[in-house]
């Protein structure tokens, strides 16, 4: 069963920067696509980004595109999420999903089979 832990969630200011991240065990890295997601109180579970196996694509929701970049590194078994200009609506907490399914370009979706158990970013002054 594969597993992932996601890490370096915290406190910060508007304006600051995170980098998350998520390492996966009990399967094949390189046979999954991955993505990020987070969902704030009261809100839907949103997709952030997307990266395929290779890591050649990526899909970025509108509201953070610019300001973060996935990534993953086989080698570590490890996909990343490097936040910057952090927002107080950028508070939630964020999990990493993996699914041995392919990605599309242009569109996160919302098909993942594996999930980790979260971290917690809050932006706030």
């Known amino acids: 069963q594969l597993q992932l832990v996601e890490s370096g969630g915290g406190l910060v200011q508007p304006g600051g920067s995170l980098r998350l991240s998520c390492v996966l065990s009990?399967?094949?890295?390189?046979?999954?696509?991955l993505a990020w997601f987070r969902q704030a109180p009261g809100k839907e579970r949103e997709g952030v980004s997307e990266?395929?196996?290779?890591?050649?694509?990526?899909n970025y929701a509108d509201s953070v595109k610019g300001r973060f970049t996935i990534s993953r590194d086989n080698g570590k078994n490890s996909v990343y999420l490097q936040m910057t200009r952090l927002e107080p609506d950028d508070t939630a907490v964020y999990y990493c999903a993996a699914t041995p399914r392919g990605m599309t370009e242009g569109t996160i979706s919302h098909e993942y089979d594996f999930w980790g158990q979260g971290t917690q970013v809050t932006v706030s002054s």
């Open positions: 990266i395929s196996m290779s890591g050649r694509t990526t």
């Open positions: 009990g399967g094949y890295f390189n046979a999954y696509t």
